[in-house]
């Protein structure tokens, strides 16, 4: 399975808009370098959506785009909520990075759901945790390296 990095998107506080940028560099056992939710304490590392998913949104006439909903990555082609945690993947040349969490739970309604009308990553974003780093720009590759199965959940 193989997609393509659509977007890439920083901010410097969590919890807001992302804005879009060509290329970063990601920094193994933590993320985005200059992102907010760049950490080595904990496994959400970097975030992904699908262009797929803004569109849905688009449809039912939200102003959105890439980044608003705090996503570092978006992606085109790839059904993310298809694979398991666990699941290995390239970012373009050399970042490996390892699906941690599929969606999240939100508690209270964030800013980006009062700014952008709803929001579609607790339901259909994933995370993911930087194993190998390196640098990737918008175009590169994404493909999907290793998939576990449902039975080596069991």
């Not at 994933?126 to 069991?154: P, T, W």
Request: aromatic content about 4%; charged content about 30%; proline content about 3%.
């Amino acid at each position: 399975m193989t997609g393509k990095i659509v977007s890439i998107n920083t901010s410097e506080k969590k919890g807001i808009r992302k804005k879009p940028v060509n290329a970063v560099t990601i920094k193994e056992n933590s993320g985005i370098d200059g992102d907010a939710h760049a950490s080595d304490k904990w496994h959400r590392q970097v975030s992904l959506l699908a262009i797929e998913s803004i569109k849905k949104m688009q449809e039912i006439g939200l102003d959105v785009k890439p980044g608003d909903f705090a996503e570092n990555i978006t992606t085109e082609g790839i059904d993310l909520l298809a694979l398991p945690i666990g699941t290995r993947m390239r970012l373009g040349k050399d970042v490996i990075a390892e699906v941690s969490q599929i969606g999240k739970e939100c508690h209270t309604r964030c800013a980006i759901y009062y700014q952008a009308g709803d929001c579609v990553m607790p339901k259909e974003g994933i995370f993911v945790k930087v194993l190998k780093g390196g640098e990737v720009k918008v175009g590169d590759e994404i493909s999907v390296m290793f998939k576990k199965s449902a039975e080596e959940y069991l």
